[in-house]
């Protein structure tokens, strides 16, 4: 996807700020969870957010 206008950018920057502050947080809770199966749910959390970051990153050519 090379053709993006100014207005899809700003449009997947916005989300690519959402899918980073949604990765930090659940990997924040999953270090202060003292239940293990909770803590392992939220890395699993924080993982999807991070690939649907990495995902975003590479429709907009790397330029995050």
């Not at 997947?12 to 959402?18: E, F, Y």
């Not at 990765?23 to 003292?34: G, S």
Request: net charge negative.
């Amino acid at each position: 996807m090379t053709n993006l206008t100014a207005k899809d950018l700003d449009v997947l920057v916005h989300v690519l700020t959402g899918e980073e502050m949604a990765c930090k947080k659940a990997r924040i809770y999953a270090n202060t969870l003292t239940d293990a199966a909770l803590a392992a749910e939220m890395q699993e959390i924080a993982a999807l957010h991070e690939q649907r970051f990495v995902a975003l990153t590479q429709m907009m050519g790397g330029r995050a």
